[in-house]
């Protein structure tokens, strides 16, 4: 079963880059037809997609969000990344990275918190 | 891209049936059939209960079914336990996104 964990700073100051990591275990990473995927939840708030990748490194993302995210992969670590832009205040969330599987999340990470404050 | 919009909260007693509703527009819930539906328990990550609208994943009680109608997606949990309280987020794939979230459903068993 494929599993996958976030890594990364917790605190972020503000107009910084906040960067993540998702290590994915007990699957290949170039498995076809897999997406890896970030969605982040604001405390106390609903989901929100913030993007995709493939495996070969197509990438899709949010709108609202499309100037400040940049997702990479890495597949000889097994990893993809988050990288978000000039954040603020109102990008402290749990952010989850996932796998997108024909047009579901299947497997998510536990979450990690990032908090943004000086 | 909105989000879908779902009741912020839903209640029921053991063994009764509920039904969380999540409306969409043309571009999203009622142009595919790429609906899925997510349960969280506090502090914990969502888990897929509900794909393509009316499939399970293997592993998911029968209790919980999905179905869809014009713009809006229902998920019906059966034979509500105590269990099944949590958060429920709809999820579809859209023609701009492409995928946006429902606004959420807090699930009470009373």
């Known amino acids: 079963q494929v599993q996958l964990q976030e890594s990364g700073p917790g605190l972020v100051k503000p107009s910084q880059t906040l960067s993540l990591t998702c290590t994915v275990s007990?699957?290949?990473?170039?498995?076809?037809?897999?997406?890896w995927s970030w969605i982040r939840q604001h405390p106390g708030k609903g989901l929100e997609w913030i993007g995709y990748?493939?495996?070969?490194?197509?990438?899709h993302y949010n709108p609202s969000l499309k100037s400040r995210v940049a997702i990479s992969v890495d597949t000889s670590e097994n990893q993809f990344s988050l990288k978000l832009s000039s954040v603020t205040a109102a990008d402290t969330a749990v952010y989850y990275c996932?796998?997108?599987?024909?047009?579901?999340?299947?497997?998510w990470g536990q979450g990690t918190l990032v908090t943004v404050s000086s | 891209q909105s989000a879908l919009t779902q009741p912020a909260s839903v209640s029921g007693s053991p063994g009764q049936s509920i039904t969380i509703s999540c409306t969409g527009t043309?571009?999203?819930?009622?142009?595919?059939?790429?609906v899925s539906w997510y349960q969280q328990r506090p502090g914990k990550a969502p888990k897929v209960m509900i794909y393509?609208?009316?499939h399970r994943p293997s592993g998911v009680s029968d209790r919980f079914s999905g179905s869809k109608s014009g713009n809006t997606a229902s998920l019906t949990i059966s034979g509500l336990q105590a269990e099944d309280e949590a958060d429920y987020y709809c999820?579809?794939?859209?023609?701009?996104?492409?995928?946006?979230f429902g606004t959420g459903t807090k699930v009470t068993v009373l």
């Open positions: 393509d609208v009316s």
């Open positions: 043309s571009s999203d819930v009622g142009g595919y059939n790429y």
């Open positions: 007990g699957g290949s990473i170039s498995s076809g037809g897999y997406y």
């Open positions: 996932a796998n997108l599987y024909s047009y579901r999340f299947d497997y």
């Open positions: 990748i493939s495996y070969s490194g197509v990438t």
């Open positions: 999820s579809s794939y859209t023609s701009s996104g492409p995928y946006v």
